[in-house]
């Protein structure tokens, strides 16, 4: 799922400033084995990734791609393994000038996860906001999502309202992920996006 901030901003990206992203959920690491073939087909010149196993030896893994790491963020453990988002992008088209993790409020379901596995290192599930700029002096804000699994959608809602609370509506941006978002309130969720300025992609 990708959204873009401003229609006047999407042309601007469109027509002034064309570039590719790759949004996917790799299934606790599982598809990153199989991501050279996308990137063959697709070319991206940035890639959002969701459910990454963020050891450096997996990071390291888009660099024979000639993709460079923005940034990474741990979100959860699952079987003793850190999991989270990372960001990537073409070097020769965009230089890196930011990135930071923004904490997202919990469902009840993943409080109760924390009780069980209470002795265990478990990190905040988060969005990476990355910033990047082009050849042109061209700024652009993308947002790597992963929201809660677990819950209703009104966790999901006020997970995402807590980012939208970060978005500097003079910057191109461009939101993408895995939103786990049940499509019974779908109207809801582009309702909240439509208020904020943006446009699905």
């Not at 990708?2 to 990206?13: D, P, S, T």
């Not at 050891?55 to 660099?63: A, F, P, R, S």
């Not at 790597?144 to 807590?162: P, Y």
């Not at 191109?172 to 309702?191: C, H, M, Q, W």
């Amino acid at each position: 799922m990708c959204f873009l901030l401003n229609l006047l901003i999407f042309f601007y990206i469109i027509i002034l400033m064309t570039f590719s992203l790759l949004t996917y959920n790799i299934l606790f690491n599982n598809g990153l084995y199989y991501i050279e073939n996308l990137l063959k087909q697709f070319s991206p010149d940035i890639i959002c990734l969701q459910e990454v196993d963020t050891q450096e030896k997996n990071l390291k893994i888009m660099e024979k791609f000639s993709y460079r790491l923005a940034d990474y963020s741990n979100s959860f453990i699952k079987n003793n393994k850190v999991y989270g988002v990372a960001t990537f992008y073409n070097h020769k088209k965009f230089k890196n000038l930011t990135s930071r993790s923004i904490s997202l409020p919990r469902s009840i379901f993943e409080f109760i996860g924390l009780l069980i596995r209470f002795f265990k290192k478990n990190q905040p599930r988060t969005v990476l906001k990355s910033q990047f700029i082009d050849q042109r002096n061209r700024k652009i804000s993308i947002y790597n999502v992963h929201l809660t699994v677990h819950g209703a959608n009104n966790t999901r809602l006020k997970q995402i309202n807590r980012f939208l609370e970060d978005v500097d509506s003079k910057n191109a941006t461009v939101i993408a992920g895995d939103f786990n978002y049940f499509p019974y309130s779908r109207k809801t969720l582009e309702n909240l996006m439509k208020k904020n300025g943006f446009s699905e992609a």
